[in-house]
């Protein structure tokens, strides 16, 4: 089955504990994308990548990190958390090569205290 | 700046009563517009992607259509598994992708 992980699906943690998301995908996409949805603003892109050692930001990539070392990874790092970015976490890979379609997984909700 | 806005906020239709949602945008160069279905704590899932004035796609109650300033998404007799909120997308440049804010449906029976 065609699909975008996530884990952990829910995460609490502490102000400034350093805390990795993982995504992975099993269609052989060039392009992943990591989005943060929060109430009244939508989903904001975060960090994307274009292939294997291609990121490039979003609009809202303060405080995140990423890398690309594999096609199928695509790891959003939160090297010292704060409670602004608590929220809801999607990864999502493109089709590149059809009507660009994005599949999206299931989410990671971020809580920081 | 790009931007995507959508109307209405919120849309509350008996099953069966047809209406369309709005997305306008803002944006240089527009290379694609697409169409999204969230439900409730779930990811969102790909509908339709537009690239030109003109163009139309359709998906069982769902049409979605592209001008060169606005997009809408027609829901023909709609029925009350299509209650969902809807977010519209677009890239100028096949990197970076903006939404809207989205339009929850409701669909009473």
């Keep these: ?113 | 700046e790009d931007q995507v806005t959508q109307s209405p906020e919120a849309l509350r239709l008996q099953e069966g009563e047809s209406s369309s949602l709005n997305c306008s945008y803002t944006v240089s160069g527009l290379r694609g517009l697409f169409w999204y279905r969230q439900d409730p704590g779930k990811g969102p899932e790909f509908l339709f992607t537009l690239y030109s004035a003109g163009e139309e796609k359709e998906k069982e109650r769902l049409k979605a259509t592209l001008t060169k300033k606005e997009s809408f998404l027609h829901i023909t007799a709609p029925k009350p598994e299509d209650s969902a909120t809807y977010l519209c997308a677009v890239t100028a440049s096949y990197d970076k992708v903006i939404f809207g804010p989205g339009t929850s449906l409701s669909v009473i029976p």
């Design chain 1, 1 to 113: 089955e065609a699909q975008v992980t996530q884990n952990p699906r829910y995460l609490i943690t502490v102000t400034g504990k350093k805390l990795t998301v993982t995504c992975s995908q099993n269609m052989n996409h060039e392009y992943m994308s990591w989005y943060r949805q929060d109430p009244g603003l939508g989903l904001r892109q975060i960090y994307y990548s274009m292939n294997v050692e291609v990121t490039d930001k979003g609009d809202v990539p303060e405080g995140y990190k990423v890398s690309r070392k594999e096609k199928r990874n695509f790891p959003l790092i939160l090297e010292s958390p704060s409670p602004n970015q608590t929220s809801l976490y999607f990864c999502a890979s493109i089709n590149t090569g059809g009507a660009y379609e994005q599949y999206f997984g299931p989410g990671t909700r971020l809580t920081v205290t």
